[in-house]
């Protein structure tokens, strides 16, 4: 059970190039998201995917689009990069499930640090 | 959400238990309290939650005060692994869909 699995690890670009961040889960969670966290900063939500088939745009979308591929897959496309850009990105699947106290919990990726030039 | 309100550093010794405060005197009724920790370059980590009872699991110790307006998170005993930023978060159970990370207590626990 590997959790939540996010590829690259580490990416560099330049301004204008293109690239696709992957998210991965094996925990048959409905919901996804993808966050931006900036140093010494907290972390801001950028898209969500609340169940396959659909997501929505949350605090700063602007520049990134995502692809719910099916349950387990949720990516997020940087189009045309940008030095702002620059950030560690985190996926995270969130767990409803619960017996005497309801969840409602996000598990979170190791991160892709993203630098463009 | 409520707001929360943390101490921002915390130090305590490799062994001893660690009591991380929180208080969130504006929580409702149906808010519930988490916790959230993360370790230098990883990803957050979910730690504990609850609503008004005491909760305990294999990580940790959550303390909620009888009126809901505070609570403690112990880590009976430390280790130098646990140094890390914890975030106490207060949120529904249903609706927002993001977590919203406050500047959290940055632990450091010492050899």
């Known amino acids: 059970n590997a959790g939540v699995t996010q590829t690259p690890k580490f990416q560099v670009l330049k301004t204008g190039q293109s690239m696709t961040l992957q998210c991965a889960q094996d925990?048959?969670?409905?919901?996804m998201y993808w966050y931006r966290q900036d140093p010494g900063m907290g972390l801001r939500l950028i898209y969500y995917?609340?169940?396959?088939?659909?997501?929505d745009k949350g605090e700063v979308p602007n520049g990134y689009n995502v692809s719910r591929l099916n349950k387990r897959e949720f990516s997020l496309r940087l189009e045309s990069a940008a030095p702002s850009q620059t950030s560690v990105y985190f996926c995270?699947?969130?767990?409803?499930?619960?017996?005497?106290?309801?969840?409602?919990?996000?598990?979170f990726g190791a991160g892709t640090r993203l630098s463009v030039l | 959400d409520a707001k929360t309100t943390q101490p921002p550093s915390m130090d305590c010794a490799e062994g001893r238990a660690a009591n991380l405060p929180c208080n969130h005197s504006?929580?409702?009724?149906?808010?519930?309290v988490y916790w959230y920790r993360q370790i230098h370059s990883q990803g957050p980590q979910y730690i504990i939650h609850?609503?008004?009872n005491n909760e305990t699991n294999e990580m940790a110790s959550l303390i909620i005060t009888e009126d809901r307006k505070s609570s403690t998170l112990i880590l009976p005993h430390a280790t130098l692994r646990d140094t890390a930023v914890y975030y106490c978060?207060?949120?529904?159970?249903?609706?927002?869909?993001?977590?919203?990370f406050g500047q959290g207590t940055r632990l450091t626990i010492n050899p």
């Open positions: 995270a699947s969130r767990d409803w499930t619960g017996t005497h106290l309801p969840k409602n919990i996000q598990y």
């Open positions: 995917s609340a169940s396959e088939g659909t997501t």
């Open positions: 504006t929580i409702s009724g149906n808010e519930y």
């Open positions: 978060i207060v949120r529904l159970l249903q609706g927002a869909q993001k977590l919203v």
């Open positions: 925990m048959n969670h409905n919901s």
């Open positions: 609850g609503l008004k």
